[in-house]
T-cell receptor, first 111, second 113 residues
Framework: EDQVTQSPEALRLQEGESSSLNCSYT??????LFWYRQDPGKGPEFLFT???AGEEKEKERLKATLTKKESFLHITAPKPEDSATYLC????????????FGTGTRLKVLA | EAQVTQNPRYLITVTGKKLTVTCSQN?????MSWYRQDPGLGLRQIYY???????DKGDVPEGYKVSRKEKRNFPLILESPSPNQTSLYFC????????????FGSGTRLTVV
């Protein structure tokens, strides 16, 4: 069964304190791994798609990496506006275009 | 502006009173989906549609219905809502199933009393 586990559940950082969020996954053939950002009271906002192990994507202070078992979202020198919940999702090759979401990491960046 | 529009944003209803949550996208996306989001459970897929007149069950379809008569619209119907359907609902659309990210709506917070 396809599964996604994110850690930690919550993370508090000081402004400028770099860190990483983890997304471990089990899927029967990876079609894509996705990262989203969700602000309180809003829908998730798409950040990245990663397709194969070794791939990396960057956007401003965020960098996503992928191995065969997990993905990391690295946040470099975060700012308070980076505070949000970060969601990871996988799409397998099971024949349906279904995404399995993790429960997210709540990030709080303190000024 | 490219977007997914859901209505209403907030809804309080009573058990058993049929309701519809509307969803419309202006991006000509073929793929649309409904999710519910509950604390500790994350986003779970209710139904999805790969194109007009093509719909299928997600992980938690019980108590819900959908239809896809037009490409842009994908309403979610609760024929007889129950308190366990109290949740935050999101509609999402995508250009294609394989590897494309979703565009999500702003959400509908439903309370069934």
């Amino acid at each position: 069964e396809d599964q996604v586990t994110q850690s930690p559940e919550a993370l508090r950082l000081q402004e400028g304190e770099s860190s990483s969020l983890n997304c471990s996954y089990t899927v029967s053939g990876l079609r894509g791994l996705f990262w989203y950002r969700q602000d309180p009271g809003k829908g998730p906002e798409f950040l990245f798609t990663l397709y194969s192990a070794g791939e990396e994507k960057e956007k401003e202070r965020l960098k996503a990496t992928l191995t065969k078992k997990e993905s990391f979202l690295h946040i470099t020198a975060p700012k308070p506006e980076d505070s949000a919940t970060y969601l990871c999702a996988v799409q397998g090759r099971s024949g349906t275009y279904k995404y399995i979401f993790g429960t997210g990491t709540r990030l709080k960046v303190l000024a | 502006e490219a977007q997914v529009t859901q209505n209403p944003r907030y809804l309080i209803t009573v058990t058993g009173k049929k309701l519809t949550v509307t969803c419309s996208q202006n991006m000509n996306h073929e793929y649309m989906s409904w999710y519910r989001q509950d604390p500790g459970l994350g986003l779970r897929q209710i139904y999805y549609s790969m194109n007009v007149e093509v719909t299928d069950k997600g992980d938690v379809p019980e108590g819900y219905k959908v239809s896809r008569k037009e490409k842009r619209n994908f309403p979610l119907i609760l024929e007889s809502p129950s308190p366990n359907q109290t949740s935050l609902y999101f509609c999402a659309s995508s250009a294609g199933g394989a590897g494309y990210g979703y565009t999500f709506g702003s959400g509908t917070r439903l309370t069934v009393v």
